[in-house]
């Protein structure tokens, strides 16, 4: 991440516990007329039923921002002070409170009620037990709407650092495999068919590249989602002297957002995350699908340890990649996610509709997910132990050397390609037809097709002389791979410094 990157004071991602006990009702604020009431209840002459109470609380699942909700209130609080809308002895009050309920959240204390609907209510619930009066004036200036909004923003930002965190492990291990298998030769494929001879380190560092893509579309979305929606309060900002500048500095926002409307209504911030990590995960799929293939007995190109293989509960002898298997698979479920919150959003008016409380669920899981992808993938490439003898015979196989043998003949006899392309096709099914390999058939074999052809031919026809030549910029030859993990190395080294 860049050196001028924020520091992010609603870091914490831990979820709070589930703990449920017989004083639940304790948890409504001082001021409720009785056990459960909602704190909207004044409007309202009775209480929702227990249906609409079931689908209107989010507590099970956005008790996860805690920490952040916390931190935008201090910031809140600290800001009420500075500009005199409450008095610094509120805000002492309401920052030790605040405190006091953090740390019951995390010890496990705080319990959930779901008469109480949702983390906010029952921060500023708990709060007002613990600091009376002066809790029950921290929401002055704002609302549910513009709370919950910074408060997934902050979940959102501390989840891109510490996937940003597992993607420079992964690629790290990535460039230590690839440097160490710089000269191993692999078949390159494409339909799944034997193409040109590559080596592994060239393949691995493909992943890089793909990997490194993907991390820097993470940055990309954090700065973006990077703006305060606090201020914004339900919709159309308050009358109130706030200084919506202060708190976005305390929250390391780079600034608030320009409209209110916009701020407590955009969730593009959430659908980018998502899309990102669809991409993401469609590559870590791909090295995924590798793995499994490589790790059968018709390829036998590598093996994982027991430490990321499961076995059959009938057949003794199989060793399946099932950590492999399930990031595969899991992409299913991201890009779920991502598709089902781009349904929730797509038909809403502005500002905040009820239907918007979907939004979190959905990113929580699939951030859970993908950090678990990152993880397990980072285990599996390190766990690495490539069969470097099967890999090199396959490389050979399926006449990987003929694009060489074309090669050749327009460098050495000027013959223009699309020629030499046809020469090299009716040399091939010669071989073909005798069950040679290319380096094995007879010169005078091959001259009976092209005369020209020199014994030269042979000095290109091996897969290490294939691979060794692929100089080109990108290209698949060992120095090109040595140079390419310096240049990562070099990358990974800066970026982690900063």
């Known amino acids: 991440m860049s050196k001028n990157q924020n520091s992010d004071p609603g870091a914490e991602n831990k979820p709070a516990g589930d703990q449920i006990s017989a004083t639940a009702q304790n948890t409504t604020a001082a001021h409720d007329s009785g056990p459960g009431q909602a704190m909207w209840g004044g409007r ?39 500009t005199g809308i409450i008095s610094a002895e509120d805000r002492a009050a309401i920052t030790v409170g605040l405190d006091q309920v953090k740390a019951e959240i995390e010890a496990g204390n705080m319990v959930f009620n779901p008469a109480l609907e949702d983390i906010h209510m029952h921060v500023e619930s708990r709060l007002r037990q613990i600091a009376g009066d002066a809790g029950a004036r921290l929401h002055t200036g704002r609302s549910r709407n513009d709370q919950v909004a910074v408060d997934f923003r902050l979940w ?125 995960a469609v590559h870590l799929s791909r090295l995924a699908d590798e793995i499994v293939l490589w790790a059968t007995s018709a390829f036998g190109f ?131 037809e005798k069950g040679l390999g290319l380096d094995e058939l007879p010169l005078d074999s091959m001259q009976a097709i092209e005369p020209r052809i020199t014994a030269d031919i042979f000095s290109v026809l091996s897969v290490k002389a294939s691979v060794s030549s692929r100089t080109s910029f990108g290209g698949t030859a060992p120095a090109n791979v040595l140079k390419a993990v310096q240049a990562a190395r070099a990358n990974l080294g800066t970026e982690t410094d900063t």
Not at 386 to 407: H, V
């Open 302 to 432: 590598l093996t994982l340890s027991d430490s990321f293989s499961t076995g059959s509960s009938i057949m003794p002898q199989k060793r399946n990649p099932d950590a492999a298997e399930l990031v595969r698979a899991k992409v299913g479920r991201i890009v779920g996610a991502q598709t089902g919150l781009m349904m929730v959003m797509k038909g809403l008016p502005l500002a905040y509709s009820k239907d918007m409380q979907e939004d979190k669920e959905p990113v929580f899981k699939a951030v859970d997910d993908f950090a678990l992808c990152l993880v397990a993938m980072t285990g599996m490439m390190a766990d690495l132990k490539p069969d470097t003898d099967k890999m090199a015979a396959a490389a050979g196989q399926g006449f990987s050397t003929a694009t060489d043998l074309a090669d050749w003949l327009v460098r050495s006899l000027g013959m223009p390609f699309r020629d030499a392309h046809h020469v090299t096709g009716a040399i091939v099914k010669m071989a073909e």
């Open 44 to 82: 309202f002459g009775a209480g929702p039923s227990a249906i609409m109470q079931e689908i209107n609380a989010s507590i099970d699942f956005d008790k996860r921002l805690y920490a952040q909700d916390i931190a935008g209130s201090k910031a809140h609080a600290d800001m009420l002070a500075a």
């Open 156 to 280: 959102c930002r501390s989840a891109i650092d510490q996937l940003d965190t597992a993607y420079a492990a992964l690629l790290n291990v990535l460039i230590g495999q690839a440097e160490k298998h710089a000269s191993t030769i692999m078949p390159g494929f494409t339909h799944l068919q034997t193409a040109q001879p590559v080596t592994l380190g060239h393949h691995l560092m493909a992943y890089y590249e793909m990997f490194t893509r993907d991390r820097s579309r993470l940055t990309d979305c954090r700065k973006r989602l990077n703006e305060n929606p606090l201020g914004g309060a339900a919709l159309a900002g308050t009358s109130f002297p706030i200084d919506r500048h202060q708190t976005s500095a305390a929250l390391g926002f780079d600034r608030p957002m320009a409209n209110s409307l916009d701020a407590v209504s955009a969730r593009d911030f959430a659908m980018e995350l998502l899309a990102v990590l669809s991409i993401g």
